[in-house]
T-cell receptor
Framework: EAQVTQNPRYLITVTGKKLTVTCSQN?????MSWYRQDPGLGLRQIYY???????DKGDVPEGYKVSRKEKRNFPLILESPSPNQTSLYFC????????????FGPGTRLTVT | AQTVTQSQPEMSVQEAETVTLSCTYD???????LFWYKQPPSRQMILVIR??????QNATENRFSVNFQKAAKSFSLKISDSQLGDAAMYFC?????????????????FGKGTHLIIQP
């Protein structure tokens, strides 16, 4: 089954404790991205990757890092989480940039206390 | 940069009736895609319907249809015969069909969402 998976689905952590949210897709997609969703703001893109070893900032990159060492994986790293990063996070993938198709992961609810 | 505006934070409709959710967008591009996503309480993002800007015919998926007005930059969603399962947040989204446009993000630009309530 074609899918995007994220782990963990729920995470409660404390300020400053490094964490990683994993994202994996099994469709051999070139393009992957991370979004955060906050009430009243919709979804905003954090980082994206056009292909292996090619990543770039989206609209709200501050406080986040990503890597793309393999085509299927695109982890989101919070080196020193802060309460303002409490949010719902979505990973997404597309066959290519600007594609008609976009597949979303199930979301990760992160709470930073 | 592109922007997407959903002017209705919340809408309510009686079950079995028809409701229209509004979406306008701003872009200088001519080639792009428009989407409506549904987000139920499970928080999963579910694609409802999508439209390619070069197509004049409005997209339809069962009870869901759009009214795409390219010149007016408007992309409304009509839900006919509303059902309790339609209750959700609905997001309108834009994506360029041109690589390296809009600062290079090439991702989706979302509106802030409309919360749809279905009254039984």
């Amino acid at each position: 089954e074609a899918q995007v998976t994220q782990n963990p689905r729920y995470l409660i952590t404390v300020t400053g404790k490094k964490l990683t949210v994993t994202c994996s897709q099994n469709m051999n997609h070139e393009y992957m991205s991370w979004y955060r969703q906050d009430p009243g703001l919709g979804l905003r893109q954090i980082y994206y990757s056009m292909n292996v070893e090619v990543t770039d900032k989206g609209d709200v990159p501050e406080g986040y890092k990503v890597s793309r060492k393999e085509k299927r994986n695109f982890p989101l790293i919070l080196e020193s989480p802060s309460p303002n990063q409490t949010s719902l996070y979505f990973c997404a993938s597309s066959p290519r940039p600007n594609s008609y198709e976009q597949y979303f992961g199930p979301g990760t609810r992160l709470t930073v206390t | 940069a592109q922007t997407v505006t959903q002017s209705q934070p919340e809408m309510s409709v009686q079950e079995a009736e028809t409701v229209t959710l509004s979406c306008t967008y701003d872009t200088s591009e001519s080639d792009y895609y428009l989407f409506w996503y549904k987000q139920p309480p499970s928080r999963q993002m579910i694609l409802v319907i999508r439209q390619e800007a070069y197509k004049q015919q409005n997209a339809t998926e069962n009870r869901f249809s759009v009214n795409f007005q390219k010149a007016a930059k408007s992309f409304s969603l009509k839900i006919s015969d509303s059902q309790l399962g339609d209750a959700a947040m609905y997001f309108c989204a834009y994506r360029s069909d041109t690589e390296n446009s809009g600062g290079g993000a090439d991702g989706l630009t979302f509106g802030k969402g409309t919360h749809l309530i279905i009254q039984p």
